[in-house]
């Protein structure tokens, strides 16, 4: 089957009852996790972003806390799952302030961590990539937020 484009999708909806919208709308939150994610985030914590990344910074620190640092490997495969799942939240917020505000503490955290990502060659080129990133999101934003950000990014560099 092949999925409609997003112009019919909403074109369609405009034809819709709001009946109709809500039971598509909970019939599309039973089928996957990251479905019911971002309907979550756009029910309930859209309106309170600083509340959102709150939430995400926390997450973040729980999951830096429980990775076993006995083995690089292991280390790695838990970063990349951590960085994986910042991602995924970055994009249900679409909000660049907050794209930044999460991978920045994302690179604290990281940076911070032992034993040592300069002893890896791969997670230090996975923090360098991020830092390239955040310089690149930082150009886009309001100039006194800008000011404000490339203080933090002065620390981590």
Do not use: W
């Not at 970063?79 to 994986?84: D, M, P, W």
Request: charged letters at 35%; hydrophobic letters at 35%.
């Amino acid at each position: 089957m092949k999925a409609a484009s997003l112009a019919q999708i909403k074109k369609e909806l405009k034809l819709r009852s709001s009946q109709d919208i809500e039971e598509l709308c909970l019939r599309l939150g039973r089928f996957k996790k990251e479905n019911k994610e971002l309907l979550t985030y756009l029910l309930f914590e859209a309106d309170d972003e600083q509340g959102y990344i709150t939430h995400i910074k926390e997450t973040i620190d729980d999951e830096f806390n429980s990775i076993t640092n006995t083995n690089f490997y292991y280390l790695k495969k838990s970063v990349r799952k951590i960085l994986k799942n910042v991602k995924k939240y970055i994009r249900y917020s679409n909000d660049k302030e907050t794209e930044v505000a999460i991978l920045l503490h994302f690179c604290e955290r990281l940076i911070t961590f032992k034993p040592s990502i300069t002893r890896n060659i791969t997670l230090h080129n996975l923090y360098d990539r991020q830092i390239q990133l955040i310089d690149k999101k930082i150009e886009t934003l309001h100039e006194d937020l800008q000011y404000d950000y490339r203080e933090d990014m002065q620390r981590l560099k």
